[in-house]
């Protein structure tokens, strides 16, 4: 057939873009039609999303993508699709009736605010949910790490549900948007596992569980798959944006679910692969979970994955270390740019400071630098701690390259699977050219940075399969995503310094 057109909403922690897809000929083209920035904003004593601001963006990057398409002699979108960061929720009111005494799609308001994962409402309720359900029991039930955002636990914290009126829908992040475009509240497969909520096995909600939180079962939307359809943009709405009833489809509305399924692996056998972004996902495709107290012990998770695939991987915190570094530093009154910044922490000499980036003290935001200055450990005693952004970056990077190192081999330990010759690193953080280094060297295996956009390439390349546009048949993603992009490669243990 001829080319296809989709647009990709992609919203990362820290910023979110529309991107335009284009497949053709095996190929797909990704275009961005509007990049903005998403910042965590005080609100009533928490820490919340701006999601009006971001559906104003969302708004303006569609009727972008639909110029965008056109421009290209395209007749417009075939398809739209989101994904955004996991675990975070909206509560919405019951669509209103109309004069004509039935419901109004999408005309459901929002109950307060969106508060973020990084919040400190739920700091201690992880120990007391346990004494209502053990941590071994949540973690069979579910496969899920127990990290206290969680929705599960969010929701243990949350105030709100007893005041809500019937009718009232919890939906995630992606699932709000997504409401806000059809009128439809569904919940998506693959960011629904991250809830810790649904059972590892058979895509359910685990009654034993939301009881437990004090959930009622019609607060859930029902669960959607990656590739059904959604609904249609709102006739309204369509209008206003001048792009048409356009179809939403449900992709892997988690942004690592979309991310790992843009990962250019090739053949058989476990891949291997980090989601670089605000946070590092460190893990394994597999095709079931792995839910021994190993597993739990060792802080892994198992998330769904598009396909029914599964994420055996570990949180580690990735690029947020240097960017809230960078955000105090900035504060402060300084200039910095990234490049310099990653330029001169090449030229510092290596191993003399580490940090544990998996620890959750670094899950708050605010003087990022002086917390990681706190926590290095000096490795020599040529220095007590570090005194340079490039020290301090170059200690954040070489303590990410340790931890993925040790991660990996604990991911491949527990699922029983040797270690693979390659490790793919997508996303934003693939770029990092010392941080790839160093994990080469660190892991004495070879890593193929890129792509960059998986996130948004996942999310594309998936609508497109969904159109039939690509083959459903297993690998044919995948080899669209390889003959898409330029890939880097570092090889196995090149020295760094
Ligand atoms: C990355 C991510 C990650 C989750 C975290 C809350 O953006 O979705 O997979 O653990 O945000």
């Given at each position: 057939?001829?080319?296809?057109?989709?647009?990709?909403?992609?919203?990362?922690?820290?910023s979110?873009?529309?991107?335009?897809?284009?497949?053709?000929?095996?190929?797909?083209e990704?275009?961005?039609?509007?990049?903005?920035?998403?910042?965590?904003?005080?609100?009533?004593?928490?820490?919340?999303?701006?999601?009006?601001?971001?559906?104003?963006?969302?708004?303006?990057?569609?009727?972008?993508?639909?110029?965008?398409?056109?421009?290209?002699?395209?007749?417009?979108?075939?398809?739209?699709?989101i994904?955004?960061?996991?675990?975070?929720?909206?509560?919405?009111?019951?669509?209103?009736v109309?004069?004509?005494?039935?419901?109004?799609?999408?005309?459901?308001?929002?109950?307060?605010?969106?508060?973020?994962?990084?919040?400190?409402?739920?700091?201690?309720?992880?120990?007391?949910?346990?004494?209502?359900v053990?941590?071994?029991?949540?973690?069979?039930?579910?496969?899920?790490?127990?990290?206290?955002f969680?929705?599960?636990?969010?929701?243990?914290?949350?105030?709100?549900?007893?005041?809500?009126?019937?009718?009232s829908?919890?939906?995630?992040?992606?699932?709000?948007?997504?409401?806000?475009?059809?009128?439809?509240?569904?919940?998506?497969?693959?960011?629904?596992?991250?809830?810790?909520?649904?059972?590892?096995?058979?895509?359910?909600?685990?009654?034993?569980?939301?009881?437990?939180?004090?959930?009622?079962?019609?607060?859930?939307?029902?669960?959607?798959?990656?590739?059904?359809?959604?609904?249609?943009?709102?006739?309204?709405?369509?209008?206003?944006?001048?792009?048409?009833?356009?179809?939403?489809?449900?992709?892997?509305?988690?942004?690592?679910?979309?991310?790992?399924?843009?990962?250019?692996?090739?053949?058989?056998?476990?891949?291997?692969?980090?989601?670089?972004?605000?946070?590092?996902?460190?893990?394994?495709?597999l095709?079931?979970?792995?839910?021994?107290?190993?597993?739990?012990?060792?802080?892994?998770?198992?998330?769904?994955?598009?396909?029914?695939?599964?994420?055996?991987?570990?949180?580690?915190?990735?690029m947020?270390?240097?960017?809230?570094?960078?955000?105090?530093?900035?504060?402060?009154?300084?200039?910095?740019?990234?490049?310099?910044?990653?330029?001169?922490?090449?030229?510092?000499?290596?191993?003399?400071?580490?940090?544990?980036?998996?620890?959750?003290?670094?899950?708050?935001?605010?003087?990022?630098?002086?917390?990681?200055?706190?926590?290095?450990?000096?490795?020599?005693?040529?220095?007590?701690?570090?005194?340079?952004?490039?020290?301090?970056?170059?200690?954040?990077?070489?303590?990410?390259?340790?931890?993925y190192?040790d991660?990996?081999?604990?991911?491949?330990?527990?699922?029983?699977?040797?270690?693979?010759?390659?490790l793919?690193?997508?996303?934003?953080?693939?770029?990092?050219?010392?941080?790839?280094?160093?994990?080469?060297?660190?892991?004495?295996?070879?890593?193929?940075?890129?792509?960059?956009?998986?996130?948004?390439?996942?999310?594309?390349?998936?609508?497109?399969?969904?159109?039939?546009?690509?083959?459903?048949?297993?690998?044919?993603?995948?080899?669209?995503?390889?003959?898409?992009?330029?890939?880097?490669?570092?090889?196995?243990?090149?020295?760094?310094?």
């Amino acid at each position: 057939g001829g080319p296809v057109a989709v647009a990709a909403v992609d919203l990362g922690a820290t910023s979110g873009r529309v991107m335009l897809g284009v497949l053709e000929q095996g190929r797909i083209e990704l275009l961005p039609a509007h990049r903005f920035e998403n910042r965590l904003a005080e609100r009533d004593g928490h820490l919340c999303w701006d999601v009006d601001a971001l559906w104003a963006e969302i708004r303006q990057g569609l009727t972008e993508a639909h110029r965008l398409a056109r421009g290209r002699g395209l007749a417009g979108l075939s398809s739209i699709g989101i994904d955004s960061w996991a675990v975070d929720y909206a509560l919405l009111g019951p669509d209103e009736v109309g004069p004509d005494g039935t419901p109004v799609p999408g005309s459901g308001a929002r109950i307060g605010e969106v508060i973020a994962y990084r919040d400190s409402r739920t700091e201690t309720v992880a120990d007391e949910f346990a004494r209502r359900v053990s941590r071994q029991r949540q973690f069979a039930l579910t496969g899920i790490a127990q990290q206290s955002f969680n929705t599960l636990y969010q929701l243990a914290a949350e105030h709100r549900l007893a005041e809500l009126p019937p009718g009232s829908s919890l939906l995630m992040v992606p699932d709000l948007l997504g409401y806000l475009l059809t009128g439809q509240r569904r919940t998506e497969l693959t960011n629904a596992s991250t809830t810790g909520m649904l059972a590892a096995q058979g895509h359910e909600w685990s009654a034993e569980l939301l009881e437990a939180a004090g959930v009622e079962r019609e607060l859930l939307a029902p669960l959607i798959a990656p590739g059904e359809q959604l609904g249609t943009v709102l006739a309204p709405l369509a209008a206003q944006l001048g792009i048409g009833e356009v179809p939403v489809h449900a992709v892997g509305s988690h942004d690592t679910a979309s991310a790992v399924l843009a990962v250019p692996s090739e053949g058989s056998g476990s891949t291997a692969y980090i989601s670089s972004g605000t946070w590092s996902l460190i893990g394994l495709e597999l095709e079931a979970p792995v839910l021994t107290e190993e597993a739990r012990e060792a802080g892994f998770t198992n998330e769904g994955g598009v396909d029914s695939t599964v994420r055996l991987l570990k949180n580690v915190a990735g690029m947020w270390l240097v960017s809230e570094s960078i955000r105090q530093w900035e504060e402060e009154g300084a200039r910095v740019e990234l490049a310099d910044l990653l330029e001169a922490a090449a030229a510092v000499p290596g191993d003399r400071f580490r940090i544990d980036p998996t620890d959750p003290a670094f899950l708050a935001p605010g003087r990022m630098a002086d917390r990681v200055t706190a926590a290095a450990r000096p490795l020599t005693d040529e220095d007590e701690f570090p005194r340079t952004p490039a020290q301090l970056v170059r200690c954040i990077l070489e303590s990410l390259a340790e931890t993925y190192r040790d991660e990996l081999h604990a991911a491949c330990r527990l699922a029983g699977v040797p270690l693979p010759s390659r490790l793919h690193v997508v996303g934003g953080g693939s770029r990092n050219a010392l941080l790839n280094r160093l994990t080469a060297e660190a892991l004495g295996i070879e890593v193929v940075a890129g792509p960059m956009e998986a996130t948004a390439l996942g999310n594309v390349a998936l609508q497109a399969r969904t159109l039939g546009a690509i083959p459903a048949e297993p690998g044919a993603l995948r080899k669209v995503v390889r003959e898409s992009v330029e890939l880097g490669v570092f090889a196995a243990g090149v020295p760094a310094r």
